[in-house]
């Protein structure tokens, strides 16, 4: 089974500033990473595949990067409506397609 | 456009059973792998389990497997989990999800189910 691990686990930014958040695969995974977005009370939802292609009407202050082992989620400029908790899943040949434990994006 | 509304969730004793539901509309339901992924209170996302657009393919993460079985009624567009043996472990969220091929990224999620295990 392939361990996803993020960091940091709670990112403390301030609204209109740049966060990066990160996600490492313990072997390969190719591009075959994807970030969702979770609010409280809320399913996650979609925000990039293939490790740096952005979902059906996401903003394009999320990117995506990386490849194999070591991804980055970047947020350039953070709007109230993004503080919210993060995940990374791969999704690489067969499940289980584990997820790493989130990171918790808050006001700083 | 795309929805799953999972049902069957509630208050279990340790020890026994529970079957979820995940009535899908939206899409040609019989082309896509789909998954059950849960999150216990506070907690993170896990994988649960996954099942292959036909049903001849199934997957368990480690902590349910043996006790959980994941189904699908493609004649229902709905997708099915059986779980047995619950313990206070399992108490938990549920969602179903859709898989954006098979064996790729999901790309929609249901709003999930609780399920609560306890005495």
């Known amino acids: 089974e392939i361990v996803m691990t993020q960091s940091p686990a709670t990112l403390s930014v301030s609204p209109g500033e740049r966060a990066a958040l990160s996600c490492r695969a313990s072997?390969?995974?190719?591009?075959?990473l994807a970030w969702y977005q979770q609010k409280p009370g809320q399913a996650p939802r979609l925000l990039i595949y293939g490790a740096s292609t952005r979902a059906t009407g996401v903003p394009a202050r999320f990117s995506g990067s990386g490849s194999g082992t070591a991804f980055t989620l970047t947020i350039s400029s953070l709007q109230s409506e993004d503080f919210a908790v993060y995940y990374c899943q791969h999704y690489h040949n067969w499940p289980p397609y584990t997820f790493g434990q989130g990171t918790k994006l808050e006001v700083k | 456009e795309v929805q799953l509304v999972e049902s069957g969730g509630g208050l279990v004793q340790p020890g026994g059973s529970l079957r979820l539901s995940c009535s899908a509309s939206?899409?040609?339901?019989?082309?896509?792998?789909m998954h059950w992924v849960r999150q216990a209170p506070g907690r993170g996302l896990e994988y649960v389990s996954a099942i292959s657009s036909n049903g001849g393919n199934t997957y368990y993460a480690d902590s349910v497997k043996g006790r959980f079985t994941i189904s699908r009624d493609n004649s229902k567009n709905t997708l099915y989990l059986q779980m047995s043996s619950l313990g206070a472990e399992d108490t938990a969220v549920y969602y179903c999800?859709?898989?954006?091929?098979?064996?790729?990224?999901?790309?929609?999620w249901g709003q999930g189910t609780l399920v609560t295990v306890s005495s």
């Open positions: 939206g899409f040609t339901f019989s082309s896509y792998a």
């Open positions: 072997q390969s995974v190719s591009s075959h």
């Open positions: 999800v859709k898989d954006s091929s098979s064996w790729y990224y999901s790309d929609y």
